[in-house]
């Protein structure tokens, strides 16, 4: 049962052009969402979050963008630039109804490719 | 200096096996994580700790047991190695409310 799902598995742009990830979720309990970096062989970092109050958050060159009636997410990388190339995992979590530690349901991760 | 640090980075062992993953961060989080990612990419949370105390406990087989001796190391024991077990564990922290920082990653391969 997929809470958080990445229906496209990559995605390749040229550099300098916007970069769109998409994700959808299931569960209308989730409230926090965001989105995780990961380069080959080392963990995913945390890149930029939202939470269910808002529809944008935007930090440099990162934004992302929820829309609560349709249960889906985007992340907007512009410029896009060869070193974005890496794996992006959305991420939720349903953080009010939880209390203290986080639970995040991952989606399956959508590989970014920028060429130059 | 590495916020979150797991070892071994690679783990081959043999069915039936018995072996310990060990975490450790250095951010001063109160709570630590293990989750496990799968042949399908899927990172999923196995368990979590807070102030040395299980928060969460995901549907994970008796023969994972995590350890959290302090708030800064969450180790994870796995008895009774099997095939299914293959995968990559991410040992993670956070403060309450926050992102969490993920480790590297352990790639577990039984054979």
């Known amino acids: 049962d997929q809470q958080v799902k990445q229906n496209s598995p990559s995605l390749s742009v040229q550099e300098g052009r916007i970069s769109i990830l998409n994700c959808d979720y299931t569960n209308s309990m989730f409230d926090y969402f965001l989105w995780y970096k990961k380069y080959p062989a080392e963990g995913p970092t945390f890149l930029i979050s939202?939470?269910?109050?808002?529809d944008k958050n935007e930090d440099g060159r990162f934004t992302v963008f929820l829309n609560k009636s349709a249960k889906h997410l985007s992340l907007h990388i512009v410029p896009s630039q060869p070193g974005d190339s890496a794996v992006y995992f959305c991420a939720a979590s349903a953080k009010l109804a939880q209390g203290g530690s986080e639970k995040l349901v991952f989606g399956k991760g959508m590989k970014l490719t920028v060429n130059p | 200096d590495t916020a979150v640090s797991q070892t071994p980075k690679y783990l081959v062992t043999q069915m039936g096996n018995d072996k310990s993953i060990k975490c450790e961060q250095n951010?001063?989080?109160?709570?630590m994580y293990w989750y496990k990612q799968d042949s399908k990419k899927f990172l999923k949370i196995m368990f979590s700790y807070n102030n040395k105390e299980l928060i969460i406990n995901e549907t994970v087989p008796n023969r994972f047991s995590p350890k959290s001796p302090d708030k800064a190391h969450l180790n994870l024991h796995i008895n009774s190695l099997e095939l299914g077990d293959s995968a990559v564990y991410f040992c993670?922290?956070?403060?309450?409310?926050?992102?969490?920082?993920f480790g590297n990653g352990t790639r577990l391969t039984v054979t």
């Open positions: 951010l001063g989080h109160d709570t």
């Open positions: 939202i939470s269910s109050i808002k």
């Open positions: 993670a922290s956070s403060l309450l409310l926050s992102p969490l920082h």
